[in-house]
């Protein structure tokens, strides 16, 4: 499968437990994002990657949300002391992406699975 | 103001009728525009890119409005297997995504 890859699919945890979870992403795509979706809603952004940098971060992640890329590669999203209201899908996308933009088609997301998260 | 907006639905419709959706940005700077679908659970998928000239793909017509921020995604004898939630997804300097809450699309037999 050359998709974009999510592990776990289902997460559940008791609040104040930290969590991790992993993105591989299509393997020649330089962009990487972060989404977090609940019920009713669109995905929201949270943050992104351009290979190994991380380019953005949303004000929705707080200092208790971290993400790496370390080899520009796959991508980690760690979640310290879990609360309620991070209960949610976490969706992670890839694009071929580019340092100066490019076509729509350029742009395209294609998006992983999704992990979801239960906070008890 | 939200970047994305649209009616949330749903949109009840009998098999073989046309609906159409539409969806308003807020940043006149928004470059690239997308037309997504998600199944109940499941991750997004590409729909249709949108240009500003419009574009067709089979049954799905989508056209972008760039003076008045619209974006609108026309379906033409929906089918049973149209049912899904379609997000309207604006670009902007080609880095951050921007997707609205979605319309939600029932169609009957």
């Known amino acids: 499968d050359t998709g974009v890859s999510q592990d776990p699919r289902h997460k559940i945890t008791k609040r104040g437990q930290n969590v991790t979870f992993r993105c591989d992403p299509i393997?020649?795509?330089?962009?990487l994002y972060w989404y977090r979706q609940t019920l009713g809603q669109g995905p929201e952004f949270l943050t992104y990657?351009?290979?190994?940098?991380?380019?953005?971060k949303s004000r929705l992640l707080s200092d208790r949300f971290s993400a790496e890329r370390p080899k520009g590669s796959f991508s980690t999203l760690e979640i310290q002391r879990t609360e309620q209201g991070d209960s949610a899908m976490y969706l992670c996308?890839?694009?071929?992406?580019?340092?100066?933009?490019?076509?729509?088609?350029?742009?395209?997301?294609?998006f992983g699975p999704g992990t979801r998260l239960t906070v008890l | 103001r939200k970047e994305v907006e649209q009616d949330p639905g749903p949109f009840n419709v009998p098999e073989g009728a046309t609906v159409a959706f539409n969806c308003t940005y807020s940043?006149?700077?928004?470059?690239?525009f997308f037309w997504y679908r998600q199944d109940c659970r499941k991750e997004p998928k590409l729909l249709m890119s949108?240009?500003?000239s419009g574009n067709e793909d089979g049954r799905f017509t989508a056209q972008l409005n760039r003076a008045s921020q619209y974006i609108s995604l026309l379906i033409r004898d929906s089918k049973l297997s149209d049912s899904a939630t379609y997000l309207c997804?604006?670009?902007?300097?080609?880095?951050?995504?921007?997707f609205g809450s979605g319309t939600k699309l029932n169609v009957k037999p």
């Open positions: 997804v604006v670009n902007r300097n080609f880095n951050k995504f921007y």
């Open positions: 996308a890839s694009t071929p992406g580019g340092t100066s933009g490019g076509s729509s088609s350029y742009n395209e997301q294609f």
């Open positions: 990657f351009q290979n190994e940098a991380q380019l953005e």
């Open positions: 940043n006149s700077a928004s470059q690239s």
């Open positions: 393997s020649e795509h330089n962009r």
């Open positions: 949108v240009y500003s």
